[in-house]
């Protein structure tokens, strides 16, 4: 019986692990993400124009839907603070902030490649593509490079 109860636990502890392994995975491929269209958008408290502005974010600006309601979308950013925008003000653009203190841009997609330019933390990104661990992003000047998706958040 001992030897029974130790094999099931062994095969409960190895399950948890395979399905911690992919519930990162499995969440990122459901999350639905936006990003901010106009040059300036307020995240409001309450799905109404008329409630209080918690922060505001400039374009491109990428945000995770949690909820919908009507014309607005319930949001978070990459430090998961929640607010509400209007969805005609986002797109469908994906863009990528920088949540590592800095980060190499790279003329291609591994450590091996070149370091072309640093960004630094809290910059936003388009994202065009993605290989790997490695997104290909374009700057707001028009630099293209590479960089190590784990020092960004959004898509």
């Known amino acids: ?3 029974l109860t130790r094999r ?3 095969f409960i502890a190895a399950a948890s692990l395979a399905l911690g392994a992919l519930a990162p995975t499995m969440a990122s ?3 639905e993400f936006v990003s901010i269209k106009g040059a ?3 995240v409001r408290e309450k799905p109404s124009t008329r409630s209080a502005t918690l922060w505001e974010l400039g374009r491109g600006y990428p945000l995770q839907v949690t909820q919908r309601q009507g014309q607005w979308l319930k949001v978070r950013d990459f430090e998961s603070s929640l607010g509400w925008v209007h969805a005609p003000l986002t797109a469908k653009t994906p863009h990528m902030v920088i ?3 800095s980060a ?3 003329s291609g997609p591994g450590q091996n490649f070149k370091r072309v330019a640093r960004l630094e933390q809290h910059e936003v990104v388009r994202t065009l593509k993605h290989s790997g661990g490695w997104a ?3 700057r707001e ?3 293209q490079g590479w960089i190590s998706k784990r020092l960004g958040w959004g898509w």
């Open 99 to 101: 949540t590592a203190r």
């Open 136 to 138: 290909q992003v374009r």
């Open 8 to 10: 099931f636990s062994h």
């Open 1 to 3: 019986m001992l030897s």
């Open 29 to 31: 491929a459901a999350a």
């Open 141 to 143: 000047n028009g630099q």
């Open 104 to 106: 190499n841009l790279r």
């Open 40 to 42: 300036s958008v307020n």
